[in-house]
């Protein structure tokens, strides 16, 4: 995330804020150019560079779950008019939740959008969209008996009790994960999204099957025998994570996961002057990088008391994987032609 700041008083401002408290002037953050605009406090509408006249996304208000501004001739933002479907938000906590899960989100297609990676491709059903749901678990009146987040066809599915932290983290203890957020949900899903946009041609399917295995094996047998018997026990020194070892497809999400991880991660620092300034680091300088960062910050956490922001090893197989999804991500928003290939199938974390 690159800095922001008011564009009334130059005050630093937060991705999620909704008002100075520098000079009170109104911030709505503008995707097209992903900055954040200012308008007089008591007002409703901001100008773009172009003195086009703008105005907020409608999920503003009266509850506060977006502060983007809306694309021109929608009310709605670039975000929200990607979200499907809502859990009852007349229900419990379910309004809270769901700001949660669209913070995250607009999070996600920050980073998509500053990478330049499209947000549809190719059939026109297969365009990235969000459902955010609940289950009778936690709703007794709803028809889904279990909401199990994946992604189908462009659709990426979230049960909105990931965002109730202590779901959540008893959901993590359960599996036993050492890390699970809404956000990572998020940017896993979205890896399988652009598989068939990245994997296209035999070169890219050969390396792709070098190193992370034959897609093509049974999923559902895959999943079912990862689910029974566990990963295997030497996944640590193969995998990004435990999951990864379940199916190619899976170690391809977790790993393009991982890659959004590091982007964000090592622009935020270079904002807040914690790492060099600069473009776009080779992958063996660019992981380097991120290497020391990430040492820094766990050794941070540790020194609150919580525990490590980023519990994982990168070994050498894995880093090999990291560095063929940026380098996919690299040359196909550079302008070379993608052409569209197969959707991958249902495929769930």
């Given at each position: 995330?690159?800095?922001?700041?008011?564009?009334?008083?130059?005050?630093?401002?937060?991705?999620?804020?909704?008002?100075?408290?520098?000079?009170?002037?109104?911030?709505?953050?503008?995707?097209?150019?992903?900055?954040?605009?200012?308008?007089?406090?008591?007002?409703?509408?901001?100008?773009?560079?172009?003195?086009?006249?703008?105005?907020?996304?409608?999920?503003?208000?009266?509850?506060?779950?977006?502060?983007?501004?809306?694309?021109?001739?929608?009310?709605?933002?670039?975000?929200?008019?990607?979200?499907?479907?809502?859990?009852?938000?007349?229900?419990?906590?379910?309004?809270?939740?769901?700001?949660?899960?669209?913070?995250?989100?607009?999070?996600?297609?920050?980073?998509?959008?500053?990478?330049?990676?499209?947000?549809?491709?190719?059939?026109?059903?297969?365009?990235?969209?969000?459902?955010?749901?609940?289950?009778?678990?936690?709703?007794?009146?709803?028809?889904?008996?279990?909401?199990?987040?994946?992604?189908?066809?462009?659709?990426?599915t979230v049960n909105i009790v990931e965002a109730d932290d202590a779901a959540r983290h008893a959901?993590?203890?359960?599996?036993?994960?050492?890390?699970?957020?809404?956000?990572?949900?998020?940017?896993?899903?979205?890896?399988?999204?652009?598989?068939?946009?990245?994997?296209?041609?035999?070169?890219?399917?050969?390396?792709?099957?070098?190193?992370?295995?034959?897609?093509?094996?049974?999923?559902?047998?895959?999943?079912?025998?990862?689910?029974?018997?566990?990963?295997?026990?030497?996944?640590?020194?193969?995998?990004?994570?435990?999951?990864?070892?379940?199916?190619?497809?899976?170690?391809?999400?977790?790993?393009?996961?991982?890659?959004?991880?590091?982007?964000?991660?090592?622009?935020?620092?270079?904002?807040?002057?914690?790492?060099?300034?600069?473009?776009?680091?080779?992958?063996?300088?660019?992981?380097?990088?991120?290497?020391?960062?990430?040492?820094?910050?766990?050794?941070?956490?540790?020194?609150?008391?919580?525990?490590?922001?980023?519990?994982?090893?990168?070994?050498?197989?894995?880093?090999?994987?990291?560095?063929?999804?940026?380098?996919?991500?690299?040359?196909?928003?550079?302008?070379?032609?993608?052409?569209?290939?197969?959707?991958?199938?249902?495929?769930?974390?």
């Open positions: 995330m690159k800095a922001l700041h008011c564009g009334s008083c130059g005050q630093r401002v937060f991705f999620d804020s909704f008002t100075c408290v520098a000079c009170g002037a109104a911030l709505a953050f503008d995707p097209g150019a992903l900055e954040m605009r200012a308008s007089p406090a008591g007002t409703a509408t901001w100008r773009d560079p172009h003195g086009q006249v703008r105005n907020a996304c409608s999920n503003r208000g009266p509850h506060p779950v977006c502060n983007w501004l809306a694309d021109p001739g929608s009310a709605l933002c670039r975000s929200c008019e990607l979200t499907e479907l809502l859990p009852d938000l007349s229900r419990l906590d379910n309004m809270r939740l769901w700001a949660r899960m669209e913070l995250a989100k607009r999070r996600l297609l920050y980073t998509l959008i500053d990478l330049g990676l499209p947000l549809a491709w190719g059939d026109e059903g297969a365009a990235l969209r969000f459902r955010f749901l609940e289950d009778r678990r936690r709703n007794p009146s709803v028809i889904e008996d279990f909401v199990t987040t994946g992604h189908l066809s462009g659709a990426i959901a993590r203890e359960q599996m036993q994960e050492r890390y699970r957020t809404v956000l990572g949900h998020l940017r896993h899903e979205v890896g399988h999204y652009y598989f068939g946009w990245l994997i296209n041609t035999p070169e890219t399917v050969a390396e792709f099957r070098g190193l992370f295995g034959d897609e093509r094996c049974d999923y559902a047998e895959a999943l079912g025998a990862y689910y029974r018997d566990g990963p295997p026990a030497d996944w640590p020194e193969r995998y990004v994570s435990a999951y990864a070892a379940a199916h190619p497809h899976e170690d391809w999400a977790e790993s393009f996961a991982h890659v959004l991880h590091i982007i964000d991660l090592v622009e935020t620092a270079r904002t807040f002057r914690l790492a060099r300034p600069g473009g776009e680091r080779p992958p063996g300088e660019w992981l380097e990088e991120w290497g020391a960062l990430i040492v820094a910050l766990n050794e941070l956490n540790r020194s609150l008391g919580l525990e490590d922001a980023y519990p994982f090893v990168l070994t050498q197989p894995v880093i090999r994987r990291l560095v063929f999804i940026r380098r996919l991500i690299g040359h196909a928003t550079a302008g070379l032609a993608v052409p569209a290939g197969a959707a991958s199938p249902r495929t769930h974390s």
